[in-house]
T-cell receptor, first 109, second 116 residues
Framework: AQRVTQPEKLLSVFKGAPVELKCNYS??????LFWYVQYSRQRLQLLLR??SRESIKGFTADLNKGETSFHLKKPFAQEEDSAMYYC???????????FGSGTRLLVRP | GAVVSQHPSWVICKSGTSVKIECRSL??????MFWYRQFPKQSLMLMAT?????????EQGVEKDKFLINHASLTLSTLTVTSAHPEDSSFYIC????????????FGAGSRLTVL
């Protein structure tokens, strides 16, 4: 069965510290992975997708098929990065997304 | 950029009544829309996939007679919660994929339903 696991409910770091939000997936097919972010009182929005291999707001994520992981990283966290982060898996050709349970990132000053 | 609007953003209703939530793509045509449900402090649970002009595809465990989905046009999908009960109280979120667009979804702001 398809599944996305985000083991940390809350990740608290100080400003300037490195951040890694973990995401593991379970899918027998060819996965397409995403990270979505939800800032306080705002709607869910796309942060990045693995096929783009881009860096958005200093965040990067590399798909590791061997470890079935798609961890989100940023070398130096900023206070404005505080938000809820969801890892998501797109399955088959239906474009529907399976979401992880989310990780709340809190960046302290 | 692409914008998805949901209405109402918050609704309170009595048990046994039906409530309709609208999801509109404002500046693009959405061939496919998805409806999610989110419980407090939990993740988004996919309820159904709505394709324009055809019947919705429901996820396992979601009652199609309870949650009626209609996608009559390329810019509008509606979710009707029929005979609502307090356990239907939740946050309902829609998302849309643009016609011919990449595999990227645009999300609405969500609709909070409270059933008394």
């Amino acid at each position: 069965a398809q599944r996305v696991t985000q083991p940390e409910k809350l990740l608290s770091v100080f400003k300037g510290a490195p951040v890694e939000l973990k995401c593991n997936y379970s899918y027998s097919g060819s996965p397409e992975l995403f990270w979505y972010v939800q800032y306080s009182r705002q709607r869910l929005q796309l942060l990045l997708r693995h096929i783009s291999r881009e860096s958005i707001k200093g965040f990067t994520a590399d798909l590791n098929k061997g470890e079935t992981s798609f961890h989100l990283k940023k070398p130096f966290a900023q206070e404005e990065d505080s938000a809820m982060y969801y890892c998501a898996l797109s399955v088959d050709s239906s474009y529907k997304l399976i979401f992880g349970s989310g990780t709340r990132l809190l960046v302290r000053p | 950029g692409a914008v998805v609007s949901q209405h109402p953003s918050w609704v309170i209703c009595k048990s046994g009544t039906s409530v309709k939530i609208e999801c509109r793509s404002l500046d693009f045509q959405a061939t496919t829309m998805f409806w999610y449900r989110q419980f407090p402090k939990q993740s988004l649970m996919l309820m159904a996939t709505s394709n324009e002009g055809s019947k919705a595809t429901y996820e396992q465990g979601v009652e199609k007679d309870k949650f009626l989905i209609n996608h009559a046009s390329l810019t509008l999908s509606t979710l009707t919660v029929t005979s609502a009960h307090p356990e239907d109280s939740s946050f309902y979120i829609c998302s849309a994929r643009s016609r011919g667009g990449a595999n990227v979804l645009t999300f609405g702001a969500g609709s909070r339903l409270t059933v008394l």
